[in-house]
């Protein structure tokens, strides 16, 4: 978990990337575990209840962002922003008690001034099934 919180700027209720599995240069793999005392449950939906998607992206966003910064120079001064999701795709839900496996891999990383914009590809897995994939791209800009 500390290379989560040493790497992310997000805490509770809104980090959604519980440990990291493998980490390499340009691939990433985490897990989140989908319990049903998490907040969005109350509403979504309460008689069945499904992890948003929003939520699974926000996740691979998350795991992109220990990706990127793991290593970064200076990782205090600067802010990673999702700024396009792209091409994404959900097979099948997921629901409480599910352990999400994310795999996260960098694609290209273009630099604009003191702004970095990485793109990165993640896959969802509940087990070895997938259920969720697409592309993401980042801008990662100092705070100031």
């Keep these: 978990m500390d290379i989560i919180l040493n790497s992310l700027p997000h805490r509770y209720p809104f980090l ?11 691939e990433i793999i985490v897990k989140k575990s989908v319990s049903i005392n998490e907040w969005f449950f109350v509403g979504h939906f309460p008689d069945n209840p499904i992890l948003p ?6 996740a691979i966003a998350q795991a992109a962002g220990v990706l ?9 001064n600067y802010l990673p922003v999702l700024t396009a999701v792209n091409e994404f795709k959900f097979k099948k839900s997921a629901k409480p008690g599910d352990d999400l496996i994310i795999k996260v891999r960098k694609e290209k990383i273009k630099k604009l001034g003191q702004v970095i914009f990485p793109t990165a590809k993640g896959e969802v897995y509940i087990e070895d099934v997938l259920i969720a994939y697409g592309n993401l791209t980042f801008a990662i800009t100092p705070k100031k």
């Design 16 to 26: 959604f990337v519980d440990k990291v599995l493998s980490l390499k240069e340009d």
């Design 68 to 76: 990127f910064l793991h290593n970064f120079k200076d990782k205090d």
């Design 53 to 58: 998607g929003v939520i699974i992206i926000e």
